[in-house]
């Protein structure tokens, strides 16, 4: 069975830190591009931060750079997301996305999503 669980989300003050992760499972999780995307209320789901397969590559929203971090462990099957200097406009419904290369292309996998809050 498939499945992408996110944890990390929380309350957290202007300007802290959270740190989401992604646990995956069921699927061959190394050959996957692994992404964060949000979503905020009232907003369309948008693109956060990208990593391929192997870690070798990351592109971010011009929105978080310099803010946000994505990393991922193939050994655990897990991918990251930290998060820092955080504000009020970062709340959002953070969810995690698997997208498949190679055999695997034309798959994609979704996380339920965790919250994030940023306020004071």
């Known amino acids: 069975q498939v499945q992408l669980v996110e944890s990390g989300g929380g309350l957290v003050q202007p300007g802290g830190s959270l740190r989401l992760s992604c646990a995956a499972s069921?699927?061959?999780?190394?050959?996957?591009?692994m992404s964060w995307y949000r979503q905020a209320p009232g907003k369309e789901r948008e693109l956060v931060a990208r990593i391929t397969p192997i870690g070798g590559s990351t592109n971010y929203a011009d929105s978080v750079k310099g803010r946000f971090t994505i990393s991922r462990d193939n050994a655990k099957n897990t991918g990251y997301l930290q998060m820092s200097s955080l504000k009020p406009e970062d709340t959002a419904v953070y969810y995690c996305?698997?997208?498949?290369?190679?055999?695997?292309?034309?798959?994609?996998?979704w996380g339920k999503g965790t919250l994030g809050t940023v306020s004071s």
């Open positions: 996305n698997a997208e498949g290369r190679w055999a695997f292309s034309g798959r994609n996998y």
């Open positions: 069921g699927f061959t999780f190394s050959s996957y591009d």
